[in-house]
């Protein structure tokens, strides 16, 4: 489970987040919606501690995640940022190759298959669409063993039918780990979610 415990988060001079708490369960889809500039980036950053918070507590997995090292951080969670620079002329292949093997997680098949990226693994990462970049990004995410996936609009670029395939992928991930999904556009996803959390 994620506890997020009374946290405030500031950029800048700006108050985003206001003694803020949650709960997210250790299994199962979280969707976190609200309107532009409401903090669901800033909450995923904070979770994923890219970002400091000024005051509370986070918790993963009973862990305090301000006295947890960051080796032991990304067994806890792996994030997929809402853009993620490729400015290296990397393959795809390469790119994925990063993670360890030891660190892939058992869905590293099924979600190379389910991104469909079979077909453009020899591409260069910086050549891709933007779907094809952000669908490499989710899968960096995704093969990495964790307790919990952030994904911050993973479906944003996506058609339809590859937003099918991805939340199926979720889906069979989320019956053992976290998913918390950001996404502006839910008029379509309740449904596809066991959990709501709504920042106003």
Same mark, same amino acid.
């Given at each position: ?13 700006? =108050? ?58 990304? #067994? ?30 058992? #869905? ?23 779907? $094809? ?13 964790? #307790? ?18 991805? =939340? ?21 996803? #309740?449904?596809?979610?066991? $959990? ?5």
């Amino acid at each position: 489970m994620i506890k997020i415990d009374a946290i405030s988060v500031r950029r800048g001079n700006s =108050l985003v987040l206001n003694e803020y708490s949650a709960q997210i369960s250790e299994e199962g889809m979280t969707l976190l919606t609200g309107p532009n500039g409401v903090g669901k980036t800033t909450l995923i950053n904070a979770i994923a501690r890219s970002l400091p918070i000024s005051a509370g507590k986070i918790e993963i997995s009973d862990r305090d995640i301000a006295q947890t090292s960051a080796k032991e951080l990304a #067994h806890l969670r792996s994030v997929s940022p809402q853009r993620r620079a490729f400015t290296l002329a990397f393959s795809v292949a390469e790119v994925l190759g990063f993670i360890d093997e030891v660190e892939r997680n058992q #869905h590293w098949q099924s979600t190379i298959e389910s991104l469909g990226l079979h077909d453009i693994m020899t591409a260069k990462v910086t050549e891709l669409s933007e779907g $094809q970049q952000q669908r490499v990004s989710l899968a960096l995410a995704l093969i990495q063993e964790s #307790h919990f996936y952030l994904l911050d609009e993973p479906l944003s670029a996506q058609d339809s039918q590859f937003q099918e395939r991805i =939340l199926s992928q979720l889906k069979i991930i989320a019956t053992k780990k976290g998913v918390l999904v950001v996404s502006h556009n839910t008029d379509s996803l #309740h449904s596809q979610f066991d $959990q709501e959390l709504r920042l106003n």
